[in-house]
């Protein structure tokens, strides 16, 4: 820079300091500042894996479960499958003979799940996996539920014996089968596939599935559903049950192996990477959030509705059996290249209800639906054609689980 | 004075940064079984290395002080970084293991600041830009750093590449330019999703060819700061 245009630019000096040198620090000024906030936000990226996420221990038992021999690696095919808010309510106990399942009476979820219908279901979803597992890696396996009528925890046990191995695609499926909370495409699945997935109840009596694939039902059971969920977020004992469940933080993550993560909630890319950058929500924007999803995203873009039916819901052994068939059903949707999320906001309000011995407000109108006398609602699920993969949840893996 | 304090702090320097070597040898041997004295790190055997190699920046820096040839404000304001970031960085590598060798990096670094305080101030005032760059880099490489191994590797490059462009050689303002847009740009472009490498980006890029201006229009300093032996 010289000569007559040095004035010009810099502008005239006042006190000794220049205009350009006023506007030069100025902007280094706030250069540094930018600076100090994006290292914290790095920081915070690298806390909350935004580059890359399941990379971390919690996800092992993802890419391991295949390696895992023995008894122990039934286990670790069991330990991969659906629970209720991912809270992996199992203990398995190991014998030469045999493998005991039983519940993790900790690892509830409050009064989002009062009579435990949540937690068996995803029990016996564990118990399919495990089952599966079993016929693949070349055992017989006999399933005994509730074998013991003084231990309620006991929930099944695993009589195994060695025979031929036979795989099948269900197993194949379990490392890949993720609750998909994200969109579906605007496409029908056609009832060629329903029918199959209805054929996978076989021996799963006295459970059986029901679907709902006309705009007027699914209408009536999304509008229900978005009703519970709102009712939920509305009941602070119910709302902090649920906010317990969220793992935040890349920490909290690996620290629990468990949970609900940010990468799980089936948003884009770059809304996800914001949302891991941005403080951690509070619970009612997490509630809010949630019941926003419900009604824009999960509802609005199922292609259809399924139901878990039992005789008796409150019946753990028809509970069991109920997630097994679900579980099959996951699986099968999965090896189709489909995406399903669980539902079960209307039978959370219609345990809490039937807890605080309230007057039943979402039970009259989930039985109209269901219109099946005799059967009443297990487990609500959607199935739909997925816009984005499903993500791993973090799993504690079948070393923390064998007791 | 200066002397003697150099001498001191290099004396604390090369105690801490080979302290600071075993305690990641030991992070990454046997970093499991020490629980919450090692931090309870999930991945005990990368934060080891990372932090024997940090530790080895600061026993350089602690020869560098020890061989006497400080000559200039910028030459000793290098010198505190090379103690004084892995004495922090550190810190959140090796749990309670750190305690001992952080405190005598960082008391080391003091003691170089302190001998001159108004060379580095004035060193690091000069080089202001270029140090905001260097920063940005090393948020690059932060960010990558739960990457998977290919994408590791270059955020970790592009991250580097962007710290050194504005120190590259006088003479070399092309080659300086290249190598912050190289370290910048295809990055950033392939993890645009993150947005956070945008902003950096967009933020190395101005800091960056500002440093770079900067450099290449003032001469080196003709006259280098000597302090008394």
Known sequence: MGGPSDDAVTGPAVGGVSRRGVLRAGGVGVLTVAV????????RAYDNEVRDPAQGHAFDAWRQWREERGYPGLAAAAVLAASPHNTQPWLFRVHDDRIDLYADSARGLGTLDPFGREMHVGLGCALE???????????????????????????????????????????????????????????????????????????????????FTTADAKHRLSDLMVTAAEAIVADEQQSRDGFGCLRSSGDSIERHKDG????GQGLNAPITAAAKLLPATSRTSGDRFWVAQTRTVHTRTAAAYGMILTPDPRDPAQRLA??????????????????????NQITERIDRDRSLARPAQFEPALSALVAQPGRQTLATFRIGYPVRAGRRSPRRPAAEVIR | MNARRDRSAARLGLVGGALGVVAGLVQAVAGRELGSWAGDKADPVPLGLLTVALSAVAVAAGLVLYAGSVTTGGRRAALVAGLAVPGLMCLS??????????ALLLLAAGTVVAAAPTAVARAVADAWLGVLTTVLGACFVVVAATARPVLLVFGAASGLAVAAAPWLGHRLRPVALLVLVLGAVPFAAITWWTLLTLVIAVLALVAGLAAIRDRHRHSPAPNPVRYPR
């Open chain 1, 322 to 343: 109920g997630g097994r068939l679900l579980q099959r059903i996951h699986l099968a949707v999965t090896a189709r290249g489909l995406a399903m999320q669980h539902m």
């Open chain 1, 129 to 211: 996996n495990l089952a599966l597992a079993a016929a693949a890696r070349g055992y017989d396996a006999h399933v005994a539920v509730r074998p013991d009528p003084a231990d309620p925890l006991l929930v099944a046990r695993v009589d195994l014996a060695r025979g031929t191995a036979r795989g099948s695609a269900l197993y194949d499926a379990i490392g890949d089968r993720h609750t998909n909370r994200g969109p579906y495409r605007d496409s029908e699945v056609p009832a060629g596939i329903l029918a199959a997935l209805t054929a996978l109840t076989g021996d799963a009596a006295p459970a059986s599935v029901a679907w």
């Open chain 2, 93 to 102: 590598t090796v749990g309670r293991l750190w305690w001992i060798p952080g």
């Open chain 1, 36 to 43: 100090v906030g994006v290292g914290g936000l790095s920081y």
């Open chain 1, 260 to 263: 609900l993560t940010l990468d």
